[in-house]
């Protein structure tokens, strides 16, 4: 079945600073790739997607790209912010006719001031 | 105006006992989710139903008993609790599958059991 494995585990960076979460997933047919921000207390919320038919795509200070033949996907936060420390999860879906999203194992970004 | 709403948010519990989790959506959604987070922050699926019908069913224990009265709701019923079922649940909905769109979560159903 499907895996998605996502490194780094944690993540530090000074405040400014550059992250990059990078994940990859064993399932060729999977065409849909979310990404998500889980805050203390909180269930996990989209912060970008992207579809395989696309490289690329930014959303501000946040960008995602995807490696369709190597089954990579990363995410990249620019100019980090200390509200951006909480834990964030890759995820990959099947679409049509299936219904599962599958998650990454997560990675807790900290976010130095 | 909270568009996926679980309760309780806490449940602090015997083993052996039976509880339960109720979640509504209010985004017009026709799917619906369990998911089970561990300590370690791991993100399991455990039920899907599309149009209250049973999609998905991940190997969970037959003492889960998921229940989709309409398509707005789905429940989560568990018996006889065990240690090993302490964990956080999260309810999520989203319109169709991954071909159209992202899940939308729930708080979370923090579950205790001593």
């Known amino acids: 079945g499907e895996n998605v494995e996502q490194h780094p585990s944690t993540l530090s960076v000074q405040e400014g600073d550059s992250a990059v979460i990078k994940c990859t997933y064993s399932d060729s047919a999977s065409n849909y790739f979310p990404w998500y921000k889980q805050e203390l207390g909180k269930g996990p919320q989209l912060i970008i997607d992207?579809?395989?038919?696309?490289g690329e795509k930014k959303d501000q200070r946040i960008a995602v790209t995807l490696n369709k033949t190597a089954k990579h996907f990363s995410l990249h936060i620019t100019e980090t912010q200390p509200e951006d420390s909480a834990v964030y999860f890759c995820a990959g879906g099947v679409g049509t006719g299936t219904y599962k999203y599958i998650f990454g194992t997560g990675t807790r970004l900290k976010v130095l001031a | 105006d909270t568009a996926v709403s679980q309760t309780p948010k806490y449940l602090v519990t015997q083993m052996g006992n039976d509880k339960s989790i109720k979640c509504e959506q209010n985004l017009g959604h026709d799917t619906m989710y369990w998911y089970k987070q561990d300590s370690k922050k791991f993100l399991k699926i455990m039920f899907s139903?599309?149009?209250?019908?049973?999609?998905i069913n991940e190997t969970v224990p037959n003492r889960f008993s998921p229940k989709s009265p309409d398509k707005a709701h789905l429940n989560l019923h568990i018996n006889s609790l065990e240690l090993g079922d302490s964990a956080v649940y999260f309810c999520a909905s989203s319109h169709g599958g991954p071909n159209n769109s992202p899940l939308h979560f729930g708080n979370g159903t923090r579950l205790t059991v001593t």
């Open positions: 992207i579809r395989s038919n696309v």
């Open positions: 139903y599309n149009n209250k019908e049973l999609i």
